[in-house]
């Protein structure tokens, strides 16, 4: 099948993109960070998107420690190890009566962290439960993760989180934890949710306290980038999940890239812009008007997938880990019965097929041959007839080994509008954008005018650029985060392109 660029925007507007905004400054009340450097503009620019952090000690970093309160921010005290400052916990709290958490120790099976037989973290706990019955709060317990230099006791080596924890727990049966706290350092969130699941036996809500791409070698940014993706996918939808908090802000820009500061003090990197600014939100009560471009991570429910960066030419995030027997919903509204084309853009690593599905029942089979990769892409289509109304459209697949970026669903025989980075040379760039986007234009000497518009059809902005257009800059930093249409026009060039931000 032959696909083409639309080049009007009423047909653009008929085939509305609507897709759940992942990108928004909706602040998540579980998101934070563990860092202890930040200067008030780092507070103010982390604050969009992240409302708590610690710094491995009982009081904030004096560059913040008047003013974080005016950024929404919770500040959350810790208990090192052996020779925690109990005085100074006390004045914190004391000072501070809003504050309801304290943090217990800090990777205590390991020997160069806090150093504690789980016989001795039990010992000193009834300090802190102390503590905590003085000034009214929670106890999230001993953080934990795989060490690599273990303590041991009684001739057990606890090299093994959950193993620590079991002996802590057996050695002090009545002690007051009423969170459980781990750190992971694995780079895909499927095995993060693995290990998340396995400290549910305790029956508790788990604080994640420290979490980044660190388990293996030659890291990248994109990695970094995928499991934040994936991870705050499925730790913002996670009720065991009670807080998290990404290892940590830096600034030296090197590997293995998990930075989310700057150098410049208040500047977010990619990876911060990321990590404050993307909200998946996974409603099963809302539903998109037929037609639309679904983004495949806007799912409202799932069974068994995962979401990861993409290198697609258009969105950010892909689902994948897609194995047999997994599925997807997506809630759509049709607007009249009849047929509708059904888009799907696949990358699949072998030949399969997948199901569209209502109530259980199949509706239309579609055979996809490989791709020859999970990231090479192609875009498949179906024929799909569809009644009046309000339908709970399911993806199923009997077989997995694909990767989906979106679906699109359209009236019968309209095409398809795959948002592409270049256009004969020309670009329109970055996507998703954030402060600058550029226009790349294969022309020097003409007028060239620039416009954008809201999927509603109104124009934000336009304006006509005269001179050197070759390379045009427009200020985005005002715009709300949604999706929207740039039209570029000179003697030469005729762009719709669809732009997130």
């Given at each position: 099948?032959?696909?083409?660029?639309?080049?009007?925007?009423?047909?653009?507007?008929?085939?509305?993109?609507?897709?759940?905004?992942?990108?928004?400054?909706?602040?998540?009340?579980?998101?934070?960070?563990?860092?202890?450097?930040?200067?008030?503009?780092?507070?103010?620019?982390?604050?969009?998107?992240?409302?708590?952090?610690?710094?491995?000690?009982?009081?904030?970093?004096?560059?913040?420690?008047?003013?974080?309160?005016?950024?929404?921010?919770?500040?959350?005290?810790?208990?090192?190890?052996?020779?925690?400052?109990?005085?100074?916990?006390?004045?914190?709290?004391?000072?501070?009566?809003?504050?309801?958490?304290?943090?217990?120790?800090?990777?205590?099976?390991?020997?160069?962290?806090?150093?504690?037989?789980?016989?001795?973290?039990?010992?000193?706990?009834?300090?802190?439960?102390?503590?905590?019955?003085?000034?009214?709060?929670?106890?999230?317990?001993?953080?934990?993760?795989?060490?690599?230099?273990?303590?041991?006791?009684?001739?057990?080596t606890y090299s093994n989180p959950i193993a620590y924890l079991d002996a802590f727990f057996a050695?002090?049966?009545?002690?007051?934890?009423?969170?459980?706290?781990?750190?992971?350092?694995?780079?895909?969130?499927?095995?993060?949710?693995?290990?998340?699941?396995?400290?549910?036996?305790?029956?508790?809500?788990?604080?994640?306290?420290?979490?980044?791409?660190?388990?293996?070698?030659n890291i990248t940014l994109a990695m970094q980038k995928g499991l934040i993706l994936g991870a705050l996918d499925y730790l913002e939808s996670e009720p065991m999940v009670f807080r998290y908090s990404w290892f940590n802000g830096n600034r030296t820009g090197s590997s293995p890239y998990i930075d989310l500061f700057d150098a410049q003090s208040g500047k977010l990197t990619e990876l911060g812009q990321l990590y404050v600014n993307y909200n998946p939100v996974h409603d099963p009560n809302s539903y998109s008007p037929i037609p639309a471009r679904i983004e495949a991570e806007s799912y409202s429910v799932m069974s068994g997938i995962s979401i990861e960066a993409t290198s697609d030419v258009s969105g950010i995030a892909n689902v994948g880990w897609i194995d047999a027997g997994d599925w997807l919903q997506y809630n759509i509204d049709?607007?009249?019965?009849?047929?509708?084309?059904?888009?799907?853009?696949?990358?699949?690593?072998?030949?399969?097929?997948?199901?569209?599905?209502?109530?259980?029942?199949?509706?239309?089979?579609?055979?996809?041959?490989?791709?020859?990769?999970?990231?090479?892409?192609?875009?498949?289509?179906?024929?799909?007839?569809?009644?009046?109304?309000?339908h709970k459209l399911q993806l199923y697949t009997s077989k997995g080994m694909f990767n989906l970026n979106w679906l699109e669903i359209t009236n019968a025989g309209q095409t398809t509008l795959i948002s592409r980075p270049s256009f004969d040379g020309q670009r329109i760039y970055p996507n998703p954008v954030t402060d600058k986007l550029y226009i790349e234009t294969n022309i020097d000497d003409q007028d060239t005018d620039v416009s954008i518009v809201e999927l509603s059809g109104k124009v934000l902005y336009?304006?006509?650029?005269?001179?050197?257009?070759?390379?045009?800059?427009?200020?985005?930093?005002?715009?709300?985060?949604?999706?929207?249409?740039?039209?570029?026009?000179?003697s030469k060039t005729n762009i719709n392109q669809l732009i997130v931000k």
């Open positions: 099948m032959k696909h083409h660029l639309i080049s009007t925007l009423s047909l653009l507007l008929l085939l509305t993109f609507v897709a759940e905004n992942a990108f928004s400054q909706t602040k998540s009340t579980k998101r934070g960070i563990a860092y202890g450097y930040q200067s008030e503009a780092d507070m103010a620019a982390i604050s969009k998107g992240v409302s708590w952090w610690y710094n491995w000690y009982y009081q904030p970093e004096n560059t913040v420690s008047m003013v974080y309160q005016n950024y929404g921010m919770d500040f959350v005290p810790m208990a090192w190890g052996k020779s925690f400052n109990e005085a100074g916990i006390r004045a914190y709290y004391a000072s501070h009566p809003e504050a309801k958490y304290l943090l217990g120790f800090n990777e205590p099976n390991f020997i160069s962290q806090a150093n504690l037989k789980p016989s001795e973290a039990a010992a000193l706990w009834p300090k802190l439960e102390k503590i905590a019955k003085d000034y009214g709060l929670k106890i999230v317990g001993p953080a934990v993760n795989y060490s690599g230099d273990p303590v041991q006791e009684n001739g057990v050695a002090c049966p009545s002690c007051q934890v009423d969170y459980i706290a781990v750190h992971n350092y694995m780079c895909y969130s499927g095995a993060l949710a693995d290990y998340i699941n396995q400290f549910k036996k305790y029956n508790k809500p788990i604080w994640l306290t420290e979490f980044a791409c660190w388990d293996q070698a049709v607007p009249s019965t009849g047929d509708y084309t059904v888009y799907f853009r696949i990358s699949a690593n072998a030949s399969t097929s997948l199901e569209l599905r209502e109530n259980n029942t199949t509706l239309q089979t579609v055979s996809v041959a490989s791709s020859g990769g999970w990231q090479n892409w192609k875009t498949l289509q179906t024929t799909l007839r569809l009644t009046s109304g309000k336009s304006k006509t650029f005269t001179g050197n257009t070759s390379r045009i800059e427009i200020d985005f930093s005002n715009f709300r985060h949604g999706s929207y249409i740039v039209q570029v026009r000179n």
